[in-house]
């Protein structure tokens, strides 16, 4: 709680896995680095079981499986939360901020969808939510928009906010596999997850791209209004034409503006989906497990985040660093909330329906190879609208022609029209592939 006087802070920690040991190594390892460690005391650290080996010395009793004892034990200042998952995450969240904790949290899950409800709970109990690491892992981009950009008006923040997908889809690009064999490689070094859906289907970059548009746009965002799209359905085929037409193909999590409104009437669109980048643009080139987050705006123009996206130490270092930035509030002794620390908003930002969002396509074509099927095509996409960039048919599969069209910016819901109809032409064996351009 604000106001008490300083005797040193200490923390209950719920979570001893990558995030939880690397933080406790990293707030341990005092030498060398920020004066504040020295006031910081590693209390409690809860766990679901005892008997796991663990990398760290913790002196004897520190490690409980009682985190409801943490969350409502007097003696703790800050929880940190860091095992993940929706609930019990939630509710120990909650009962620790009744219980007057300031928070700390990796959780973009949790914060994605019950953030509403935890940050509406820590205002009125006058406490903090820390959440540096739940996006971009140890790269900083949660407080620079909070506070570093907060002057800023946001016109569009667009990310790589996922490791796993990256490194396949680049893995892909390199070697000019297919996604089966490398995410399966991925599992066997460790990359990916034994169940890698939240990764590979786009949900946590959706999580991560509600928190960034929040934070952006100054409004609470609905995560079951962001659209997400994973990687499963990008082929080696796909990454081929992409590269031969000078793009590559990333999963980017994008939230834009989309009408030029005041901050708080603003229009967003808000998605995650497998996207062809021109080779010359800045995200073009995050390879690998490394993330990145475009942020523009006015005044600033164009800032680039990079850095990495997850792992025990980068992971570490972000939530540390919210930990060390509540123990100099605490310290200092406010009376009333950081307005830059703590969550201002509470209106809900419109999100727009995909079917309004205007892009570019790149669509795969597997056709009958008889004249007049590119007329075809051409003729239905000129009926709703929809005006080509370019027509490429430059291979064959089997007996099937094989047709790549990118189009000029279309209302989707203007494409898909179009896209209905021609598939349902008696010429068209199959639309493979379809993927939004930058
Ligand atoms: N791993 C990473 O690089 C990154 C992770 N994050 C986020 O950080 C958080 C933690 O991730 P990570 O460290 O990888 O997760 P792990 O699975 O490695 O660790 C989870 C920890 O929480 C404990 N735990 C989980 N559920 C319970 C429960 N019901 N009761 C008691 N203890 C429980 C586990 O206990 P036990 O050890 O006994 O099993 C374990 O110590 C997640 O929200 C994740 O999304 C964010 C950025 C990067
Ligand atoms: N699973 C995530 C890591 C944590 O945020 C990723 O692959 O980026
Ligand atoms: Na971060």
Redesign the pocket.
């Known amino acids: 709680m604000l106001g008490a006087t300083f005797m040193g802070v200490k923390l209950g920690i719920?979570?001893?896995?990558?995030?939880?040991t690397g933080t406790v190594k990293l707030l341990q390892d005092k030498n060398g680095r920020h004066p504040l460690l020295q006031d910081i005391e590693i209390y409690r650290v809860?766990?679901?079981?005892l008997d796991?080996p663990r990398d760290v010395q913790l002196p004897e009793g520190v490690i409980t499986?009682d985190?409801e004892g943490i969350v409502n034990d007097p003696e703790i200042d800050i929880v940190v939360e860091?095992?993940?998952?929706l609930e019990?995450?939630r509710t120990l969240i909650l009962k620790a901020i009744a219980n007057g904790k300031h928070i700390v949290?990796?959780?973009?899950?949790?914060i994605s969808r019950f953030g509403a409800e935890i940050f509406t709970a820590a205002n009125q109990a006058g406490v903090y939510v820390m959440l540096e690491?739940?996006v971009g892992?140890g790269i900083p981009v949660i407080q620079p928009l909070k506070q570093s950009l907060s002057v800023n008006q946001i016109s569009a923040v667009t990310g790589i906010v996922n490791g796993t997908t990256n490194y396949i889809l680049t893995r892909m690009q390199t070697e000019g596999s297919d996604f089966a064999d490398v995410l399966a490689d991925a599992q066997k070094l460790g990359y990916a997850e034994a169940d890698p859906t939240a990764d590979v289907d786009g949900w946590d970059a959706g999580d991560k791209i509600a928190i960034l548009a929040s934070l952006g746009f100054g409004g609470r965002i609905n995560r079951e209004q962001v659209y997400c799209e994973g990687i499963r359905q990008v082929s080696k085929t796909d990454i081929a034409y992409a590269s031969k037409l000078g793009f590559v193909i990333k999963l980017l999590a994008i939230a834009q503006n989309v009408k030029n409104g005041h901050r708080d009437n603003s229009l967003l669109s808000v998605r995650v989906h497998p996207t062809l980048v021109p080779q010359t643009h800045p995200l073009a080139s995050i390879n690998g497990v490394y993330n990145a987050i475009l942020v523009e705006g006015e005044p600033i123009g164009q800032v680039m985040f990079f850095g990495p996206?997850?792992?025990?130490g980068?992971?570490a270092s972000a939530v540390s660093a919210d930990i060390l930035n509540l123990v100099a509030n605490l310290k200092t002794n406010h009376a009333h909330l950081n307005p830059t620390l703590a969550c201002r908003h509470q209106h809900y930002s419109e999100i727009a329906p995909i079917s309004e969002l205007v892009t570019r396509f790149y669509t795969r074509f597997l056709t009958e190879d008889h004249p007049g099927v590119i007329g075809q095509l051409g003729t239905c996409f000129g009926k709703h609208g929809v005006s080509l960039e370019s027509v490429v048919q430059t291979g064959f599969h089997g007996q099937l022609a094989e047709i790549v069209v990118v189009t000029h910016d279309v209302r989707e819901g203007d494409f898909r029209q179009a896209l209905a109809e021609i598939a349902a032409m008696p010429a068209i064996n199959s639309i493979p592939s379809i993927f939004r351009v930058l």
């Open positions: 719920l979570g001893l896995g990558t995030v939880g809860g766990v679901r079981s796991k499986t985190l860091l095992m993940g998952g019990p995450a949290t990796a959780n973009k899950a949790a690491a739940s892992g996206g997850a792992g025990e980068a992971t």
